[in-house]
């Protein structure tokens, strides 16, 4: 399944990887794949954004404005400023 | 409006005030149903936990997913023990949700090892780690809570693969000496995980959001909807008792099935109905049913709907459905925080307009 197209805010800056194969490790989606000694950005419209590589990559060489895609969590951020509303929202 | 949003604070709000769960005392432990015994470690007596559920952990597990007291499953933070575990054995860290740590133990029957259960508040494993609370801080605090240096003579901790949007991998070893380890997405994977000697396929590194998966969802999804049926319910009732003196069944139908569709019908058929955004499903087939509905009405074989009827119901079914099944963008696997603003940048300006179109025209229409 797809989401948008064209709307993450995943960078990937190749000079900086280091090879460790962390990203390719964590993402749930298999945006990136390790090729020897560098990892590979793949089909960037399969990211959602979870920030799961970004945050393991220890030579910083990936960048993403991580965050959950619920509807009603940013309506609630904005209306209410996120203050315990209980809606059906991820937390299965 | 949605430009100005601090986008960098939207995570899934639905336990903000959760308070922490303190560690459980011997005496309080022996008194859960799962714990079968105690083993003594080096650092005192450690809960082994069976690894069958029973029927009051089945029964809960259904109450949880028909939104009956759904958040006040959680499992004590701290070490537990499958069968008889040693200094070499596994760790394997999960979050304290009991539907979560239920999955994890049913599925390590015949192994021997660790189950390290970190405060989450009583979120499971993605969703904390995208609030953080499975996160870095707490997986290095907890270790050290619970001596894991003294328990394991290794140091590899097996980190859920869904922990790690909260966890620095990297930052974990530097600070505790133990290197992290990301196990399968789905529970039922690990076995073959450490069969495999610690390696995961790529399968068992994607998520999945298949029909059955869905299913599961559509029940929470339904219950999440009833307060808006509620309210909806409400207002039918009085406009109808003000407007025709009367209080029909059938005026609550057609919304009722609106609501079934936004929020149950959408989510479990979302491949096959078309469009990209979940509110452009929503609102496709909530456009489906009103028409379904006015065809009824026309041919005869439903109750009649006349021209006036017919506009309302095009104005104000689509919107209900679309957006309950713009809702629905949290419960999946696949949306992204930038792609719902976009998404919703558009879709929550048009809903707008419908609602107050619906609104105006329905006024108008006892002058026309």
């Known amino acids: ?92 | 409006m949605i430009k100005e949003l601090p986008l960098e604070k939207i995570v899934c709000g639905c336990s903000e005030d959760k308070p922490a769960t303190p560690p459980a005392g011997r005496q309080e432990l022996a008194g859960r149903s799962w714990v079968a015994e105690f083993i003594p470690t080096p650092t005192g007596d450690i809960p082994v936990v069976s690894t069958r559920l029973t029927l009051s952990d089945r029964l809960s597990a259904f109450k949880v997913r028909w939104g009956v007291g759904r958040m006040s499953y959680t499992i004590p933070p701290g070490l537990y023990a499958v069968d008889r575990p040693g200094p070499h054995s596994p760790v394997l860290v999960t979050s304290n949700y009991k539907l979560t740590f239920d999955s994890l133990r049913r599925r390590l029957t015949g192994q021997a090892l660790w189950i390290l259960v970190l405060d989450t508040r009583g979120i499971n494993v993605w969703c904390a780690a995208g609030k953080g609370t499975f996160g870095t801080e707490e997986v290095i605090n907890r270790m050290a809570a619970v001596g894991l240096r003294e328990i394991v003579s290794h140091r590899k901790v097996i980190l859920p693969q869904l922990g790690a949007p909260g966890v620095a991998a990297h930052e974990v070893q530097k600070r505790s000496g133990f290197r992290v380890v990301y196990g399968p997405v789905r529970a039922e994977d690990i076995p073959a995980f450490l069969a495999a000697g610690l390696k995961a396929s790529s399968d068992m590194r994607r998520v999945r959001f298949r029909f059955q998966d869905r299913l599961k969802l559509v029940s929470m999804e339904f219950v999440g909807s009833l307060k808006y049926l509620l309210a909806i319910a409400a207002v039918l009732a009085l406009v109808g008792l003000l407007a025709y003196r009367r209080l029909a069944a059938w005026d609550f139908l057609p919304y009722l099935g609106a609501v079934i569709i936004g929020s149950s019908l959408v989510p479990a058929l979302l491949p096959w109905i078309p469009g990209r955004p979940f509110s452009l499903k929503g609102a496709l087939a909530g456009l489906a049913w009103t028409l379904f509905l006015i065809a009824g009405g026309r041919l005869g074989w439903l109750p009649a709907v006349g021209w006036k009827l017919a506009v309302v119901y095009l104005l104000f079914l689509p919107v209900l459905s679309a957006f309950l099944a713009m809702g629905f963008t949290g419960s999946s696997t696949f949306t992204s925080l930038s792609g719902v603003v976009k998404e919703m940048k558009t879709a929550v300006p048009l809903m707008a307009a419908s609602v107050a179109l619906g609104a105006i025209f329905f006024g108008l229409s006892f002058f026309i």
């Open chain 1, 1 to 92: 399944m797809r989401y948008l197209s064209q709307v993450t805010t995943l960078e990937y800056k190749a000079a900086l990887c280091t090879g460790c194969g962390r990203c390719a490790e964590v993402c749930p989606h298999g945006v990136f794949s390790l090729d020897g000694r560098k990892a590979i950005l793949g089909d960037k419209d399969l990211c959602m954004e979870c920030g799961a590589c970004f945050r393991n990559c220890e030579a910083q060489a990936i960048q993403v404005r991580a965050g959950v895609g619920c509807a009603w969590a940013i309506l609630r951020s904005q209306w209410r400023k996120g203050k315990g509303d209980q809606a059906a929202c991820c937390c299965e």
